[in-house]
């Protein structure tokens, strides 16, 4: 059975760093593209950032671009979300996601729909 599990969410300080790690078993997630989430109170699920399986192509939605650094450990199939200069409007629910449908390692997608499975969110707030 394929699970995902996100730790190292938190309460930080505007202007400090998180570093989300996604835990993945169940099956060997190296070829596979996976992604990060995020859903703030009231508003929909957003695209975060998303590293292929070649672990050097990635891709950042604006409001994470220079400061949210997305990287993947193949022996401990993890993938991980480093965020800095971390702002209140980046409060929200985390979700790391996977995509099992073959791609190029060079694919990364910003859809959810295309990522099949989820895991149970980290929550992460940021005071001001």
């Known amino acids: 059975q394929v699970q995902l599990v996100e730790s190292g969410g938190g309460l930080v300080q505007a202007g400090g760093s998180l570093r989300l790690s996604c835990a993945a078993s169940?099956?060997?997630?190296?070829?596979?593209?996976m992604g990060w989430f995020r859903q703030a109170p009231g508003k929909e699920r957003e695209f975060v950032a998303a590293?292929?399986?070649?672990?050097?192509?990635?891709d950042y939605a604006d409001s994470a671009k220079g400061r949210f650094t997305i990287s993947r450990d193949y022996a401990k199939n993890t993938v991980y979300l480093q965020m800095n200069s971390l702002k209140p409007e980046d409060t929200a629910v985390y979700y790391c996601?996977?995509?099992?449908?073959?791609?190029?390692?060079?694919?990364?997608?910003?859809?959810?729909?295309?990522?099949?499975?989820w895991g149970q969110g980290t929550q992460v707030t940021v005071s001001s």
């Open positions: 996601a996977v995509c099992t449908r073959p791609h190029g390692g060079w694919y990364t997608s910003r859809r959810d729909y295309e990522y099949d499975y």
């Open positions: 169940g099956r060997t997630f190296g070829n596979f593209l």
């Open positions: 590293v292929g399986w070649n672990g050097v192509s990635t």
